[in-house]
């Protein structure tokens, strides 16, 4: 029996989980205030949270979607520029990744591909605009694939892999305990062997589009190519940092 006055808690399915928690009080059926923290439908049905695991590289950089919508602003740059002109261009892409993050917010999904996506758009944009060449709009992207392979070998060269580094810090920790793990070592070093080539192989075959002025191919090329480069470079950091977890 219960002191009076007190309410003692009975269990409920998660689903029904609310901003209050039926209780027994004083012999009756009622509800009380409870000190636990609202989940949403977004988090509720969230394929993590279904099988309760930590985020992997796919889900990191928004899985199919992410990709899909990333690719957004590229075609409407292209397909404005093409009908109407530089400025009509620059503005409506600018608008799409504006767009997509609006969209990512409203749905309750990570933004964070669609906030980088934003800055890359701005950037892009502004470089094409600025020079008045369709074709300057994919040069940040050329840059950004070519330094971004260069430091990512670099890292491996002096056994401080990228990928170790990064998916430490994401998982929320600093330590540097892997780089003592011949295990972990390895695997850290192919995940990010593997980021480079698909960095690398992405920024030349857009700088041959790129210098024979072939601007509507490198919007094809880089939604074509982006996913199936990206699809196999997650494959392989999915393989690369289960074995430097010691396959947990």
């Known amino acids: ?98 767009v997509v993050l609006a969209v990512r917010r409203c749905r309750g999904v990570t933004v964070r591909p669609a906030i980088g996506g934003v800055v890359g758009v701005v950037v892009s944009a502004a470089v094409a605009g600025g020079t008045g060449d369709a074709r300057d709009y994919f040069l940040p992207d050329i840059w950004g694939y070519t330094i971004g392979s260069a430091v990512l070998m670099l890292s491996v060269i002096v056994r401080w892999p990228l990928a170790g580094v990064v998916w430490t810090a994401m998982n929320g920790s600093m330590t540097t305990a892997w780089r003592a793990d011949k295990r972990a070592l390895s695997g850290y070093t192919v995940a990010t062997v593997a980021a480079a080539i698909a960095f690398a192989v992405r920024a030349l075959i857009q700088t041959w589009f790129y210098r024979h002025d072939v601007v509507g191919a490198m919007t094809v090329v880089r939604v074509g190519l982006g996913y199936p480069l990206w699809g196999m470079t997650a494959l392989v950091w999915a393989w690369a940092i289960h074995r430097a977890d010691g396959g947990r």
């Open 1 to 98: 029996m219960s002191a009076p006055g007190k309410c003692r808690l009975l269990p409920r399915p998660a689903e029904l989980i609310d901003r209050s928690v039926t209780v027994l009080y004083n012999g009756h059926m009622s509800s009380c205030p409870a000190t636990v923290t609202p989940v949403s439908r977004a988090e509720r049905d969230s394929p993590l949270r279904a099988r309760g695991s930590r985020p992997t590289v796919w889900d990191r950089v928004g899985g199919v979607r992410g990709l899909v919508q990333s690719a957004i602003p590229s075609v409407v740059f292209v397909s404005v520029h093409t009908l109407v002109g530089m400025a009509s261009a620059v503005a409506m892409a600018i608008a799409a990744a504006l």
